[in-house]
């Protein structure tokens, strides 16, 4: 069983940036593909980036590919969601998530994850 506790969300205003962090308790981290998703008020959750267990592929939604970088220190059981260039639209709760498999993580279908953390963008 692996937990999920994600930190660092707040209110920045457009153009700032903000770092979020998700730290695992529990065994088998290290095995794990990560990602973040993020939902929006009225809209559906969709994915925002995704990282292998190995750190060899990385994979973003277009929306934030160039200034979003996903990474992680499997030695702290963290992966990171560092965010520049923080746009009005990308206001939402941001969840991490867990799978073995990053290609159904991508899809939405993951094992675990967070309670989620708010990123609000003001103008």
């Known amino acids: 069983q692996v937990q999920l506790v994600e930190s660092g969300g707040g209110l920045v205003q457009a153009g700032g940036s903000l770092r979020l962090s998700c730290t695992a308790s529990?065994?088998?981290?290290?095995?794990?593909?990560m990602g973040w998703f993020r939902q929006a008020p009225g809209r559906e959750r969709e994915f925002v980036a995704g990282?292998?267990?190995?750190?060899?592929?990385?994979y973003y939604a277009d929306s934030v590919a160039g200034r979003f970088t996903i990474s992680r220190d499997n030695a702290k059981n963290t992966v990171y969601l560092q965010m520049n260039s923080l746009k009005l639209e990308d206001t939402a709760v941001y969840y991490c998530?867990?799978?073995?498999?990053?290609?159904?993580?991508?899809?939405?279908?993951?094992?675990?994850g967070g309670q989620g953390t708010q990123v609000t963008v003001s103008s």
């Open positions: 529990g065994r088998g981290f290290s095995n794990y593909a």
């Open positions: 998530v867990g799978d073995p498999y990053i290609a159904t993580l991508r899809k939405g279908d993951y094992d675990y």
């Open positions: 990282i292998s267990w190995n750190e060899i592929d990385t």
